[in-house]
């Protein structure tokens, strides 16, 4: 097994290393004041866009496309690439690569009509438009997505939505044209997992509302934002659904397979980067007579640290390796794996180099409180933790009974 990238990676790897410590990270100042002072937190700012035109023009875009859709990188190639945008939160939108237009844009590469993928596709590929994903649902537990109750209802040459979602990332932008909601089709069908399916909603569609904008510790995560919305009569045009009635689930999987991995690529770039800040920060303050980097509790931390990132970069590596080799549905357990290492180990490795900085380290002078609350949230989005070992564990006692089995 060999992870060595290849030249046109390491290219991509220097270009884009240089990109964001030219541009992108002196730029995170800038971003913060226009943010806490500007009338509109979900427009893009315009830092963001002056960035994503410099991104495009250095042929930094769209990186995250698949080889089998027009794309030249590999799931391998890309994990690097999605590991440096990840040092700062909102830096993958400079790129065109962020969640959950990524997904978004692969769910329509997979499974959209050619004029589905015309109207949507094509401008989510450009840049000029942004999406939503809505499937978590406030009043049933979504760990179980075989409990969302959305109720998507035949009518004639259309269909009727109604019901409510929040957690809805992108609902908020002023730019976000198209919602991907997952509903229920058929909610008498005795095989749960044939119930629902997948509609394309445009957002503007009468009877579509934000309910309110959910923070998250406080944090607001604009220009992006997590809406709660509410359905109500909603109608969209019957051609609108993806891949067909009772086929949500087979839409899911292929779309969080590699959604998933691609925040575990983002969250050991982040967790890299507190890291580093450790790094510098132990150097340059003294307690008690000592650097900080002199100190036994202090030197254990960073070698825990650098351990446990080098093991999730890993097991990324290995995910990705093999989803680029034998698919998404071959690599389900090291997705679950992966999805259960990272965000918790990106959140410990954050939370120790807050400690190491103090009261610094709880403030906006340090990326390092935003980049938790990411990791935070991703131990819940695409599936909790719980639901990630459940399945695993279920999966590896009856594979190992399987294996034992006379005959």
Request: neutral net charge.
């Amino acid at each position: 097994m060999n992870f060595e990238p290849s030249d046109t990676v390491k290219s991509l790897s220097i270009r884009l290393m240089a990109f964001m410590q030219t541009h992108v990270i002196p730029a995170e100042p800038a971003f913060r004041h226009h943010m806490a002072t500007t009338a509109n937190k979900w427009a893009t700012p315009p830092l963001v866009e002056a960035l994503k035109e410099k991104a495009r023009a250095e042929g930094l875009w769209n990186l995250f496309q698949p080889r089998a859709h027009g794309g030249h990188l590999s799931n391998l190639d890309y994990a690097p690439l999605a590991e440096i945008m990840g040092r700062v939160w909102w830096a993958p939108e400079v790129f065109n690569c962020n969640a959950p237009d990524t997904g978004n844009m692969e769910t329509l590469m997979l499974y959209g009509t050619p004029a589905q993928k015309e109207r949507w596709l094509v401008p989510l590929l450009e840049g000029r438009i942004r999406s939503g994903f809505a499937m978590t649902e406030p009043d049933v537990a979504s760990s179980d997505a075989t409990n969302i109750s959305c109720a998507i209802q035949r009518d004639g040459d259309h269909y009727v939505i109604n019901g409510r979602k929040w957690y809805t990332t992108g609902a908020m932008r002023d730019t976000c044209t198209l919602l991907i909601v997952m509903g229920k089709t058929d909610p008498e069908n005795p095989d749960r997992h044939a119930q629902q399916s997948m509609i394309l909603v445009p957002k503007d569609t009468p009877g579509l509302r934000i309910v309110r904008h959910v923070t998250t510790f406080g944090y607001d995560d604009a220009p992006f934002g997590e809406a709660e919305l509410a359905f109500e009569n909603v109608r969209v045009p019957a051609e609108n659904i993806l891949l067909g009635e009772g086929r949500g689930f087979e839409v899911a999987q292929g779309r969080l397979g590699p959604g998933r991995i691609h925040h575990c690529m983002r969250l050991i770039g982040g967790a890299q980067r507190a890291l580093e800040l450790v790094l510098d920060r132990v150097e340059d303050r003294r307690t008690f007579g000592r650097k900080l980097s002199e100190h036994q509790s202090v030197r254990e931390d960073i070698a825990r640290s650098w351990c446990e990132i080098e093991q999730a970069r890993l097991l990324t590596l290995k995910t990705a390796d093999t989803i680029d080799r034998h698919g998404t549905k071959a690599a389900w357990e090291l997705i679950s794996a992966i999805k259960i290492i990272a965000p918790s180990m990106a959140q410990t490795v954050i939370d120790r180099a807050i400690q190491i900085h103090g009261g610094k380290g709880l403030t906006e002078d340090l990326p390092l409180a935003e980049l938790f609350n990411y990791a935070r949230q991703i131990r819940l989005a695409d599936g909790p933790d719980q639901v990630h070992m459940m399945a695993l564990g279920r999966k590896l006692v009856r594979a190992h009974h399987s294996a034992k089995a006379p005959g």
